[in-house]
C-alpha cells in the first residue's frame, strides 16, 4: 500500500474533532516496501489526537507455522506531520536469521496493535447495562434443580443457554466436559479474549449446579445469573487483559468442576490475576436480626463483628473473602464497589492462611485457587447463616432481592474492568510479499481542494472549489472507517452539489478528490451542521 498522508491528516483532524462525541480509535497505516537494496521493509505509522496516549504491539508471524517468534528489528524513522499526532517504525528482518528457522520472506506477516486507556465513564456506562429486570429474566430459565443426575432436562438447558449466550456475545467458547464417577460433568467456560495480553486473565466464576430437591435460586442460580449478565454486559468493550466467565458443575459434591478446572484448564503460560467467586448473592434483608455469623467469629474478626453489630445483624451487605494471598484483591473491590456503586454495604473479609481454621469460609469453588496459590474472592450473602431456604425446596425466586443481586454484580464488573484495563484499540495487518519500490513524489501537491458545507432540511449541500486550473476530478466520499460511500464526478472548478444519500457521518466524513494522471489533492474534513 502507498503512503497517503492526506487522508492520515484528515484521520487526525476527525479523531480531535469527535472527541466529545465519542472516544475515536487511534489509527494506523502499515506499508510494505523494498528499500534501495531491494530487502523488504515493513514501515507502520500510528496516528492520535495525541500520541504520547498510545502503546502497542507488533506481532509477527509465519503464514505456514503461527506460533513461530519471527526475530525482527526496528529503526525509527522521521514523522512527516507534527510528533504529537503520529508515530512511526520500520520493521526490518534479517534474511540469515530467518534461514535458520526455514522461513520465506514471502511467509512473514506483520500485525501492529494500537491502543490507548478507554475513558474512565466505560464503566459507568457498562453498569447501566446491569438490570434488575434482565437478572429477573435470566433467573425465569435457571431457576429449577439443576443436576445432572435428578433433573438432567433443565440442567442440560441451562448449559446450552449459557454456551448460547456466550457465543452470542462473540466470547470464545471453551466449555469442556470431564469424567467424573460414571458421567460427565461440564464446566462451562467462556473468554473474551485480550487483545494486549491475552495470556493474563481474570476469571468471574460460579456453580450451577443445585442440591437434589432444592430450585437453588439463590444457591446458586443468583451467581450464575451474573454470569449471563456479565457475558451480556463486557461483550460491549475491549481490554489489554483477557476475562473468562467460568461455570463450574459438581460444586454440591465436592467442588469437582473447580478443583478440575484448576488441574487441567489453567494454561502454563497463564498469569491469572485473580478469580471472583460469586456464591449466592441474592438473599439480602433490611430487617434487625436476619443475619448470624459462625462460632468464634468475633474472635478472628472482631472489626467485622463490631460493624455487624453495629448495623443491628441486618442481613443487608455483602460478604467479601479472601485469603492472606488476596488482600490486594480484597482492597481492589472494596474500592470499586465504594467508587462504582453508592449506598451498596461490603464487608472484607481477609481469612488468614488458606482458612483453614475458617472452614466456613471455605465452602465454595474459591478454595481450589487458594490451595495451589491463585489469588481469589468469595463473594456472597452469607449462605445459612442469612438465608433461612438454604438448601430447602423454599430457595425461590421469590423470596430474592434482585436489587443487591444487581448491585454486587455490578461492583464485581467494576472491579474486573478496572484490572483487565479497557481499551480503545486499531490493528493492521502487511505482508511481506505485497511490498513494492515506492516513489510519491507524483503525489506531493501544495494545493488542496475547498469544500463548504450547509444543510437545508435533511439534504446535505456543498460547495466546492477545486485547485486553480483544474476542471474535472472524481470527488470520492468516504466515512471515518474508510468505507467508500459515494463518487461524483465534478466538471467545473466550482460549483454546489447536494450528496445522494445521507450517509449519518456522526459529523465528519472524507473527501479525496482524484484529478487526471492519478493525483490526489490532500483530503478535507468536512461537518454537517
Not at 506531520?81 to 520465506?104: C, H, M, P, V
Not at 474512565?120 to 438490570?131: F, P
Request: some cysteine.
Amino acid at each position: 500500500m502507498i503512503c497517503k498522508p492526506y487522508i492520515l491528516l484528515a484521520f487526525i483532524f476527525l479523531a480531535f474533532l469527535q472527541h466529545n462525541y465519542a472516544q475515536v480509535k487511534p489509527l494506523i497505516e502499515i506499508d510494505q516496501i523494498l528499500d534501495p537494496k531491494g530487502s523488504p521493509v515493513i514501515k507502520y505509522t500510528i496516528y492520535d489526537n495525541v500520541v504520547d496516549n498510545i502503546k502497542h504491539k507488533i506481532i509477527v508471524f509465519s503464514l505456514i507455522d503461527e506460533t513461530l517468534n519471527i526475530p525482527f528489528s526496528l529503526a525509527n524513522f522521521e514523522p512527516t506531520i507534527r510528533t504529537n499526532e503520529q508515530w512511526g517504525t520500520q520493521i526490518y528482518f534479517n534474511e540469515d536469521s530467518l534461514a535458520k528457522y526455514n522461513i520465506n520472506l514471502n511467509d512473514i506477516g506483520v500485525k501492529i496493535v494500537a491502543y490507548k486507556p478507554a475513558d474512565s465513564a466505560n464503566i459507568d456506562d457498562a453498569l447501566k447495562l446491569v438490570r434488575e429486570a434482565d437478572l429477573k429474566q435470566f433467573m425465569s430459565k435457571v431457576e429449577g434443580v439443576r443436576s445432572a443426575t435428578a433433573n438432567t432436562e433443565h440442567y442440560l438447558k441451562v448449559q446450552n443457554l449459557f454456551d448460547s449466550l456466550s457465543t452470542a456475545s462473540n466470547f470464545k467458547n471453551l466449555s469442556y466436559n470431564y469424567p467424573f464417577s460414571t458421567r460427565q460433568g461440564k464446566n462451562l467456560v467462556a473468554a473474551k479474549m485480550g487483545i494486549v495480553e491475552d495470556n493474563s486473565s481474570l476469571l468471574i466464576t460460579a456453580h450451577y449446579d443445585t442440591v437434589n430437591g432444592s430450585p437453588g435460586a439463590d444457591d446458586n442460580g443468583s451467581g450464575f445469573c451474573a454470569l449471563l449478565m456479565a457475558l451480556e454486559v463486557l461483550k460491549n468493550y475491549n481490554f489489554e487483559n483477557t476475562i473468562k466467565i467460568v461455570g463450574f458443575d459438581d460444586e454440591e459434591i465436592g467442588l469437582i468442576g473447580s478443583i478440575n478446572y484448576v488441574n487441567n484448564s489453567i494454561e502454563a503460560n497463564e498469569n491469572l490475576k485473580g478469580v471472583f467467586n460469586l456464591e449466592m448473592i441474592g438473599y439480602a434483608s433490611d430487617e434487625p436480626n436476619t443475619q448470624t455469623l459462625p462460632f468464634g467469629f468475633d474472635l478472628l474478626f472482631p472489626e467485622a463483628a463490631n460493624f455487624v453489630a453495629e448495623n443491628e445483624f441486618k442481613g443487608n451487605f455483602l460478604n467479601c473473602v479472601g485469603n492472606t494471598a488476596s488482600a490486594d484483591l480484597i482492597e481492589a473491590y472494596t474500592n470499586a464497589a465504594n467508587k462504582y456503586v453508592l449506598r451498596f454495604k461490603v464487608l472484607p473479609l481477609e481469612t488468614p492462611g488458606n482458612g483453614e481454621v475458617t472452614q466456613d469460609l471455605r465452602r465454595s469453588d474459591h478454595a481450589p485457587f487458594w490451595d495451589n496459590g491463585y489469588k481469589a474472592l468469595m463473594l456472597t450473602d452469607g449462605a445459612n447463616f442469612r438465608n433461612p431456604f438454604y438448601h430447602t425446596s423454599n430457595d425461590v425466586s421469590t423470596v430474592l432481592n434482585f436489587e443487591f443481586m444487581a448491585n454486587t454484580v455490578k461492583a464485581t464488573i467494576a472491579t474486573v474492568m478496572e484490572m483487565a484495563k479497557p481499551i480503545v484499540y486499531s490493528e493492521a495487518i502487511g505482508f511481506i510479499s505485497d511490498a513494492v519500490i515506492v516513489d510519491t513524489e507524483d503525489f506531493e501537491q501544495q494545493e488542496t481542494i475547498s469544500i463548504n458545507i450547509f444543510g437545508l432540511g435533511d439534504r446535505q449541500l456543498f460547495y466546492y472549489q477545486l485547485p486553480s486550473r483544474i476542471e474535472q476530478a472524481n470527488l470520492k466520499f468516504y466515512n471515518f472507517n474508510g468505507q467508500f460511500l459515494e463518487s461524483i464526478k465534478l466538471n467545473t472548478n466550482k460549483g454546489r452539489l447536494k450528496l445522494k444519500t445521507n450517509y449519518n457521518f456522526q459529523r465528519f466524513a472524507i473527501v479525496v478528490a482524484e484529478v487526471e494522471g492519478g493525483f490526489k489533492y490532500f483530503t478535507k474534513i468536512i461537518s454537517f451542521p
